[in-house]
């Protein structure tokens, strides 16, 4: 029953953050990541007021 209990529950977590994570367009890393792709010292990253679109 613990299992069953369990699996249930992993199942609807990740529906559910997935339905989330969906429907917010790109994240302030993906921007980021957006500016010059590949790993490069000299990108800082993005300003606070630019990281959350709204």
Do not use: E, N, T, W
Not at 18 to 32: F, K, N, S, T
């Amino acid at each position: 029953m613990d299992v069953l209990h369990k699996a249930v529950h992993a199942f609807a977590s990740g529906a559910i953050a997935d339905a989330l994570a969906a429907r917010g367009g790109p994240g302030p890393g993906q921007r980021h990541a957006a500016i010059r792709p590949g790993c490069h010292a000299d990108v800082a990253p993005l300003p606070r007021r630019d990281a959350y679109g709204r």
